[in-house]
């Protein structure tokens, strides 16, 4: 509650009669009141800026915090990043991976089909070549004849009887010495061959 002052009367008509008429105006109270006024002012200011300091480093330390705050989460968030980084190109490292093995088992499958088709056609000359030798054993007076195409520059054997194995390496040799008679030679040797080997 606040103080109230009531202001003194005074009786001006004593004052005159005064030998030396004088009025107190009490000056004392008024400077005291005034330095407890400014004393009170001066505490108040102080207080309020002690305040306003605590505040501004309690919002500093918070300000500093939250910049902190901000800063861990850019640097997670970062990492992250490297992180997501790393997995994508470990993922497409694993891709390309996958697909090298994808294709060098394709390109096994292939080869084991080359090798199968070879298998096969090899099995059925082996078995060609069986016939043959048992046609050459019941009949050994049967003869043996070729047709030659010679009306192009590179000669090419049309059909062969009995199926003589080395005929196309003799055809090669016959292409690149163009010896007609050579070849013929050849041919008949390697009949001769053949039998011999077929009956003993």
Do not use: G, W
């Amino acid at each position: 509650m606040a103080l109230t002052h009531r202001v003194p009367q005074i009786d001006l008509a004593s004052v005159l009669l005064q030998s030396h008429p004088s009025i107190d105006l009490r000056v004392q109270n008024y400077e005291n009141s005034t330095r407890n006024f400014l004393k009170a002012l001066t505490t108040y200011k102080n207080r309020a800026i002690t305040t306003i300091s605590e505040r501004r480093k309690h919002q500093a330390a918070e300000r500093k915090k939250v910049l902190e705050r901000i800063q861990a989460v850019e640097k997670e968030t970062n990492q992250c990043k490297l992180k997501e980084i790393d997995l994508v190109a470990q993922l497409e490292r694993e891709k390309e991976d996958r697909k090298d093995a994808e294709l060098l088992v394709a390109s096994f499958k292939r080869q084991l089909a080359t090798i199968r088709d070879k298998y096969t056609t090899v099995d059925a000359e082996i078995e060609q070549y069986r016939v043959l030798t048992l046609n050459l054993r019941r009949d050994r007076q049967r003869e043996a004849s070729f047709v030659i195409d010679i009306s192009f520059q590179t000669y090419k054997v049309i059909t062969s009887s009995p199926n003589l194995p080395s005929m196309t390496i003799l055809v090669n040799n016959l292409n690149d010495t163009r010896d007609i008679y050579a070849f013929i030679r050849d041919v008949r040797t390697a009949y001769s061959t053949l039998l011999d080997a077929t009956l003993s």
